[in-house]
């Protein structure tokens, strides 16, 4: 029985006790994904880059828009 009993408590560590030994990352893997994470970060700065031009085109389009409707009287006004 002693026996069965300190296999029981080897087969069951408590989770403080159970190592946790990560791979060692392979070099090419590592380039690859510092690759992948310096082109993402290029895409979200570009990305960026556009919507603040976006944004203010459609700012300027927005005001050239209630000029033009400035010199239009419109149907209430009348």
Do not use: K
């Not at 989770?15 to 970060?41: C, K, R, W, Y």
């Amino acid at each position: 029985q002693q026996g069965g009993e300190a296999q029981q408590e080897g087969e069951y560590l408590p989770v403080e006790e159970v190592p946790i030994l990560a791979p060692p990352p392979l070099p090419h893997i590592t380039t690859f994904l510092d690759t992948i994470n310096g082109l993402s970060m290029r895409v979200d700065a570009q990305l960026d880059a556009l919507t603040n031009h976006v944004d203010a085109r459609c700012t300027l389009l927005e005001e050239h828009m209630t000029t033009l409707m400035s010199y239009f009287p419109s149907a209430l006004d009348t």
